[in-house]
């Protein structure tokens, strides 16, 4: 028997079973429920095909012709379901929690699975994140120029029992033009808030949650614009370390990145360096300078940190200067600063 969940029943069992999402590869790709998995019960041509059916001639010709178009490809959903989830327990999901999740539910219990749908489908789920974004959070803010390890040291407070929400993490860049490292995909603006929603609502509203500073943009993503502003008026705590230390730090994280990446992201912000600074930076890169680099795009980096700051009401700010760059030792050190 299919047994139907609401989404937070729903994601406190996704923790231990499979979810499978049936909508097709392109709405999966948009965004999904983080962890699911993808069985489309449809290609994307053929949800187009089913839906014309629906609108030019009824339910039931598109039913059919739904049935016409799958019909070859029931048997391999359930074999793909029991590599998935051995068990025989599994979670289906659909986007509004209709014909498409009920048809691979009725198969997956056919079949001997233990299924469970979500009420709503993906829609439920989706509007709850972007809901999530309208409440008010105790949010604090880690702040400090280029260099200064700040996502290394809000790891460090994690591990130490503090709520962070790394957003560069969710974005999958970090953050400047050299933020993608040469590697990294970013998920769709959807998924992006997706993830955001989901880690908002794990957080307990009764403590900080800490923030690295953060343009609106992190790389093509945007942050959505209540949690920005909300951003914007949090406290800050200020991270200061000497410039010599942020180039060492760097230098172990880009000095090996791929030199015609680097010199792609220069190129992006040339029109901020200037040309004399652009064509020094470049210069450095090919023969291999690699702090004389760093030092050059931090001259333009602490400029516009520093703009920034200076445009912002900030109403509460402190600033807590450090000698070394150490994410342990400097996670420790600020939480006994703001403890004081």
Same mark, same amino acid.
């Given at each position: 028997m299919v047994k139907q969940l609401s989404l937070s029943e729903f994601l406190e069992k996704a923790k231990t079973t499979i979810v499978v999402d049936v909508r097709t590869p392109l709405e999966f790709q948009q965004g999904h429920i983080p962890g699911a998995l993808n069985i489309p019960i449809f290609t994307n041509e053929e949800r187009v095909i089913v839906g014309t059916a629906y609108k030019q001639q009824g339910r039931q010709p598109a039913i059919l012709l739904g049935f016409e178009l799958t019909g070859p490809k029931w048997a391999e959903f359930i074999k793909?379901?029991? $590599?998935?989830? !051995? #068990? $025989?327990?599994? %979670?289906?999901?659909? *986007?509004?929690?209709?014909?498409?999740?009920?048809? %691979?539910? *009725?198969?997956? /219990?056919?079949?001997?699975?233990?299924?469970?749908? +979500?009420?709503?489908?993906?829609?439920?789920?989706?509007?709850?994140?972007? #809901?999530?974004f309208s409440n008010n959070y105790p949010f604090t803010i880690l702040s400090g120029s280029t260099g200064c390890a700040k996502t290394k040291t809000l790891q460090e407070m994690k591990a130490l029992g503090e709520q962070v929400i790394d957003l560069e993490d969710l974005a999958q860049h970090q953050g400047s033009s050299f933020g993608s490292m040469g590697k990294m995909? &970013?998920?769709? =603006?959807? &998924?992006?808030?997706?993830?955001?929603?989901?880690? +908002? =609502?794990?957080? #307990?509203?009764?403590? !900080?949650? *800490? +923030?690295? /500073?953060?343009?609106?943009?992190?790389?093509?993503?945007?942050?959505? $614009? !209540?949690? *920005?502003e909300q951003m914007r008026k949090a406290p800050i705590i200020k991270m200061e370390i000497p410039k010599e230390e942020r180039v060492n730090f760097l230098n172990e994280d880009y000095g090996s990145l791929d030199k015609d990446f680097l010199k792609e992201s220069v190129l992006r912000i040339a029109k901020r360096l200037g040309p004399l600074e652009t064509k020094l930076?470049? &210069?450095?890169?090919d023969e291999g300078r690699m702090k004389d680099f760093i030092n050059q795009v931090l001259v333009y980096y602490d400029k516009t940190y520093q703009k920034g700051l200076n445009n912002r009401a900030v109403l509460n700010l402190q600033t807590i200067g450090l000698e070394k760059i150490n994410p342990k030792e400097n996670a420790k050190a600020i939480l006994k600063f703001i403890d004081k």
């Open positions: 793909e379901a029991e $590599k998935l989830a !051995p #068990d $025989k327990k599994i %979670m289906v999901h659909c *986007w509004r929690g209709g014909m498409r999740s009920g048809a %691979m539910a *009725w198969a997956f /219990d056919l079949y001997g699975f233990e299924v469970y749908t +979500l009420k709503g489908g993906y829609k439920t789920f989706r509007r709850s994140g972007i #809901d999530a995909i &970013q998920p769709s =603006q959807e &998924q992006f808030e997706n993830l955001l929603g989901l880690e +908002l =609502q794990r957080m #307990d509203l009764s403590k !900080p949650i *800490w +923030l690295e /500073d953060e343009s609106v943009t992190i790389g093509k993503r945007v942050i959505p $614009k !209540p949690i *920005w930076t470049l &210069q450095a890169i």
